[in-house]
Every structure is written in structure tokens, then in C-alpha cells.
């Protein structure tokens, strides 16, 4: 397995080409001018009303007045709710939920969606790494991800360092990735691609970039985030043994529930679906749980698709799942998806056990979460419902990113567990 065996052009962090405008906010580092992403050599400009954002130069600050503005002076309101976390050590769990509580506030004061910078700007605010204190802080001049007060030094250093190179290599990725726009051909596909095993043999096989197979550039690392979802839906489907189709259905639906709006960046990727199962027509993609960011689109497809009469749709549905399939106008599904569940909550767990009768599967970034979640539908159900395919994902993506909840990095997709039906409802 790949795991980041960068060569040599990784070693050294780029500051980004922004050929795209507003491109810079595409993601957020507290130490980084939030403009150009340099450093300035330490020397940066703190928002003095927020104190969340720096900027290398006053020009930088005015170049991004207008766009922070408003976030500004919401954020401003709740510097008080920060700085009592001055006044005590909390602990990691507690730190993590004044994150998410924050930016459930925040979302509520500015009525619309947040940016993703600016939801960055609430979840990775500097704080030290051992005791979470916001202030007086000094940052890790490698990776520029995560910082220490001067009591907790040595404490960080030992912490800190074997997490450094990946958040290096994660923040590199960033920068290279920042405002660069993909071309994608799919007519490439071949409507078999079953002897296609994992990830590394898919891009080696199916990216038309690949030079050296050995050695990915930012691109191959963007394409696995990209193909992840939909190849781990498809390939779960081959690996379970999922007659999904029923031999003879033209229209497939799949109902994705999702709080993360990269699956609506990512929408055009499920074209390969149509490829993988080519007996399908029509693939109506419904994304349940998001405001919608765009209209329902219908999607371009390749040479290939078009020649066969394939289309694609993505619907929004800001629905919870249970109240969307109880509604007879909805399209039901032939497969449901949901990532990273939380069955503590309660209306997650309500919504997962009145789900319809067809192939749910269970999408995790970790090991323990997918985990949890077997262990606790298999308490609900007193033991009458077992994944029928549960293991780490050979199509999870390569492209790290950086974990709020534990400092270090994550893969996307990275476990997957698959129950064959999960409802008594019809
Ligand atoms: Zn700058
Ligand atoms: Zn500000
Ligand atoms: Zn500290
Ligand atoms: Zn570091
Ligand atoms: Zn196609």
C-alpha cells in the first residue's frame, strides 16, 4: 500500500500559483497569510477584531476586507466564548466540542453556508496542542498545522513529531491543489473494470496523467479523493455479491447521506458508476441532508455514455432521511450510503433504523468508528443484523487531510461496511 512515498519534489512546500481569483480561500492555516499562503518569516498581521486570520501585508489584509467581513464580526461576538478556555485546561473531547458547537452557532448567526476557509477558521483555530490554550503560541515552522504555548514544548515536540511529515505533506498537497481546475475524460473506462483491485491499480490503469506510476504528482492524489466514493459503492457492490440490479432495473437510485459538500463537488465522478453497471440507463444520485448549494443538475457524460442513452442526475434534498422516504413523490433507493454515523445521535439512529429494504453501507474514515457502529446496531437488534462485508476500503482516497479532532491526518472513505437490508419497513 501507497503511503505517501513521495519523491523528492514533495520534500519542499510551494506556495500556491492562485491563477483562480479567491482561490486562497479554499482552505485556511492560522500562520500562513491567508492571501498568498506565505509565512513572511513569522511576521504576520492578526485580524485585531477577530483574531483568527493573518495576513503577511496590509495589502493582503484589504484584498480579503470584503470577503471576511461579515464573518468577522460574528466571530468577534464570541471571542468571549473563547477566552474561557483561558481560564482552565479542557481536555481534547472538550476542546473538539466548543469547535463543533461554535460553528453550529455560527452557522445559525450568518444564515447561510460557511466558506470552507471559514469553516476551518473555526475548527482549526490555533491552540496549543497539549492543553489547548488560544494565546501567546508558537507554530510548528515545518508543517505550520499545530502550535504549543512555551510551558507545553518538550510535551509537543515528542507528541507532535511523528504526525509532522504527513501534515507537512497534507498542507503541501493543499498548496499545489489550491484553484486548479481538473480535465477528465471517462470515455477511458471500459464497462468491465472488475480485474481492477485497489486504488493504485485504478489510477494506474484509468489516469491519463501517470508518467511514472511510482510517483504521483498532486493531480493522481486530487483523482482518488475525487473516484473514491462512487468506486468503493461500485466495488462494495462486486465484493459483497449485491445482485443490486435485480437483473433488470434501468434506473438506479442511490441515496447519499452526507453533511460534507465534497460530495456535491464531487458529483460528475459517479459517472463511472454508470460504466461499472452498464446495464443501467438512468443513475439519479440524491444527496439528503445538504441545503442545496446548486439546482438539481443533470451531468455532461462521455462519447461512450451518450452513445449508450446514460444519464446522470444529482437532486438536493435538505430532508432528514426518514421524513424523505416517508414522502410517496421521493424516488426510492436500490442503495443507501451514509458517512461517518454518529449513532449517538438520536435522530441519526432513528433515521438509520427505519431505512428501506435494500443494501446499506456504512462509509468511515477510521477503523473504530465502523466499529462502533457494528457494535451498536448489533445491540439494537439483538444480533439479527450483520454487515455482510466489513473491512478497510481498497478505494478509500490517497489525499490526507487534516483531522480537527485528533491533530494528525485522515483518508477519506477509509473503512466500509455493507448490510445486505436494514429495515422490517417494505
Ligand atoms: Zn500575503
Ligand atoms: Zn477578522
Ligand atoms: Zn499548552
Ligand atoms: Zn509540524
Ligand atoms: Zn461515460
Redesign the pocket.
Known amino acids: 500500500m501507497r503511503q505517501n512515498n513521495w519523491n523528492n519534489d514533495w520534500a519542499d512546500v510551494i506556495p500556491p500559483n492562485l491563477s483562480e481569483p479567491d482561490a486562497y480561500n479554499n482552505f485556511f492555516y492560522p500562520d500562513l497569510c491567508h492571501v498568498c499562503k506565505g509565512t513572511n518569516g513569522g511576521n504576520l498581521i492578526l485580524c485585531n477584531e477577530c483574531l483568527s486570520i493573518s495576513y503577511c501585508s496590509v495589502e493582503h489584509k484589504h484584498l480579503h476586507r470584503e470577503d471576511h467581513t461579515e464573518f468577522c464580526v460574528n466571530m468577534k461576538k464570541f471571542l468571549r466564548l473563547r477566552s474561557k478556555y483561558e481560564k482552565y485546561?479542557p481536555s481534547r473531547v472538550d476542546w473538539v466540542n466548543s469547535r463543533r458547537d461554535l460553528l453550529r452557532i455560527m452557522k445559525k448567526e450568518m444564515r447561510r453556508l460557511l466558506m470552507p476557509c471559514e469553516e476551518e477558521m473555526i475548527m482549526f483555530a490555533k491552540s496549543?496542542?497539549?492543553?489547548?490554550?488560544e494565546f501567546d503560541?508558537k507554530v510548528c515552522n515545518i508543517c505550520y498545522s499545530a502550535s504549543?504555548?512555551?510551558?507545553?514544548e518538550q510535551?509537543?515536540l515528542i507528541k507532535h513529531n511523528k504526525h509532522c511529515p504527513d501534515l507537512t505533506f497534507c498542507l503541501n498537497l493543499e498548496m499545489r491543489l489550491a484553484g486548479i481546475k481538473f480535465d477528465y475524460d471517462f470515455s477511458i473506462f471500459p464497462d468491465d473494470m472488475r480485474h481492477v483491485d485497489d486504488m493504485e491499480s485504478f489510477v494506474k490503469n484509468y489516469c491519463c496523467w501517470v508518467m511514472f506510476p511510482e510517483f504521483w504528482t498532486s493531480k493522481e492524489y486530487f483523482y482518488t479523493d475525487f473516484v473514491s466514493t462512487p468506486l468503493t459503492v461500485y466495488y462494495g457492490m462486486i465484493k459483497a455479491e449485491i445482485d443490486i440490479l435485480n437483473g433488470h432495473t434501468q434506473c438506479f437510485v442511490c441515496h447519499v447521506i452526507t453533511s460534507s459538500y465534497l460530495e456535491a463537488d464531487y458529483a460528475a465522478a459517479w459517472e463511472l458508476l454508470l460504466h461499472g453497471l452498464h446495464e443501467i440507463k438512468e443513475l439519479t444520485v440524491v444527496l439528503i441532508g445538504l441545503e442545496p448549494k446548486a439546482e438539481n443538475s443533470c451531468f455532461d457524460l462521455c462519447r461512450k455514455c451518450k452513445e449508450h442513452g446514460r444519464s446522470l442526475k444529482f437532486e438536493f434534498s435538505r430532508m432528514l432521511h426518514h421524513e424523505y422516504i416517508n414522502n410517496p413523490l421521493n424516488k426510492r433507493p436500490n442503495v443507501i450510503i451514509r458517512f461517518d454515523v454518529d449513532l449517538h445521535d438520536e435522530v441519526t439512529l432513528i433515521d438509520v433504523l427505519s431505512s428501506l429494504r435494500c443494501p446499506n453501507f456504512f462509509i468511515s474514515t477510521s477503523e473504530s468508528i465502523a466499529q462502533e457502529i457494528k457494535t451498536t446496531l448489533r445491540n439494537l437488534t439483538e444480533e439479527s443484523y450483520c454487515p455482510m462485508y466489513s473491512r478497510r476500503n481498497n478505494f478509500r482516497s490517497f489525499q490526507p487531510r487534516r483531522d480537527f479532532k485528533t491533530g494528525t491526518i485522515y483518508y477519506r472513505n477509509n473503512y466500509v461496511t455493507i448490510y445486505e437490508s436494514f429495515s422490517c419497513n417494505t
Open positions: 485546561s496549543c496542542y497539549v492543553c489547548f490554550q503560541l504549543y504555548c512555551e510551558q507545553h510535551q509537543f
